[in-house]
């Protein structure tokens, strides 16, 4: 149990009931997003072109977890607990490119391969996050933003919170309530750090509200009455879904905005009130906490496992579902292994 107090920051350590929930729910969540990114990008959507378009739901679920249980390493303004933190973030971030810009150069002169990336695609890689590994503008939106809180949390302390709305509200407005988005970011898209700079501004709102969430213990209190929230959220869910109308798709940006915001807090919701604090079996909890693990090693090593894997294995070649569950257990297999290997060691945050 002590490695799941420490894992998750946006509880407190003494209730034990809540933790066993989160280690669970929410990571049964995030295993469920990680297998979507899979599967959005490896699945043959040629019937089923509505999943694929709402595939960003996947990735607002990442940062919007990722910052409620991020709020008190940063707003202890524990300097340790803040630098590990980032280490956690920039070992993959730099490793992973870094491993492939090497592995490109020793095909080159070895094995007289084309070569591949030059050095100002490293550069551009870590500047911008992309250009080598190019889902890797996730990882770096990830860390601008951790470090844009940081900072807004030790310039304004105690009203650090009131920073971040104004911030929130004035990007908000930025990007949603007008015609930025397309009249800026789409007229430069072919520009590096467009594919890494817009969806900071996009998901700013996101992480935002998880944060928040995290700072008013939002889930511990919601908890008392957890059968009550689960349903009231998928009734809203199955409204919106039944009710979906083409009106909504072409609204503005600010009500595009609002309704992301609040689908992802339903999912959020549900998740974190399923009842696995009932389970009392050490080993089944044991077993769950596990094979809901390595989501983020996962997401960092499934292009490249899939591009190696479609030349042996058929399914994954044809973009089958049965191809994509094969290929988030090879992942799950490999980032097991790594961090086994890896214990001891920083580096193995390549698979966590």
């Known amino acids: 149990m002590n490695k799941s107090k420490s894992k998750y ?46 595939n960003i739901y996947y990735l607002i679920t990442f940062f919007y977890m990722s910052f409620y249980f991020s709020y008190n390493t940063l707003a202890s303004r524990n300097i340790s ?9 920039l070992i993959p971030y730099i490793g992973w490119p870094l491993l492939f810009y090497l592995k490109d150069k020793l095909n080159h002169y070895y094995y007289k391969r084309r070569d591949i990336y030059k050095l100002k695609n490293l550069y ?26 940081t900072l807004i949390i030790f310039m304004f302390k105690k009203y650090y919170m009131y920073a971040l709305f104004i911030s929130c509200i004035i990007i908000y407005s930025f990007f949603y309530s007008n015609y930025a988005n397309i009249l800026i ?37 919601l908890y008392k009455y957890r059968y009550i929230s689960i349903i009231c959220s998928m009734i809203s869910l199955y409204v919106y879904i039944k009710y979906y109308t083409p009106f909504f798709r072409k609204v503005t ?35 769950l906490n596990k ?13 490249k496992a899939g591009e190696i894997s479609k030349n042996y294995i058929y399914l994954i070649r044809i973009a089958s579902f049965k191809g994509c569950v094969i290929l988030y257990l090879i ?16 580096l193995k945050y390549l698979f966590m």
């Open 185 to 221: 970011f789409y007229k430069y898209k072919k520009v590096p750090c467009h594919h890494s700079i817009r969806p900071n501004l996009e998901f700013f709102v996101f992480t935002f509200t998880g944060f928040y969430l995290a700072s008013i213990r939002f889930i511990h209190k």
């Open 9 to 54: 920051k946006g509880i407190k350590s003494n209730d034990t009931t809540e933790i066993k929930k989160i280690n669970i729910g929410i990571q049964l969540l995030r295993t469920i997003c990680s297998f979507l990114v899979i599967v959005c990008h490896f699945y043959n959507f040629q019937h089923y072109k509505i999943i694929y378009n709402k």
């Open 331 to 346: 992942c799950y297999s490999t980032c097991l292994l790594g961090t086994f290997i890896l214990k001891k060691f920083h």
């Open 291 to 303: 094979i809901t693990s390595y989501t983020g090693g996962i997401f960092y090593i499934h292009v």
């Open 81 to 89: 607990k803040i630098k590990e933190r980032f280490i956690r973030m």
């Open 124 to 149: 551009y890689q870590i500047i911008v996050g992309c250009k080598i590994y190019g889902i890797f503008w996730f990882l770096f939106n990830l860390i601008f933003l951790t470090l844009f809180f």
């Open 253 to 287: 940006f600010f009500y595009k905005g609002i309704i992301r915001d609040i689908l992802v807090t339903l999912f959020f919701i549900i998740f974190s009130m399923l009842p696995f604090d009932k389970i009392n079996n050490n080993y089944v909890y044991t077993f």
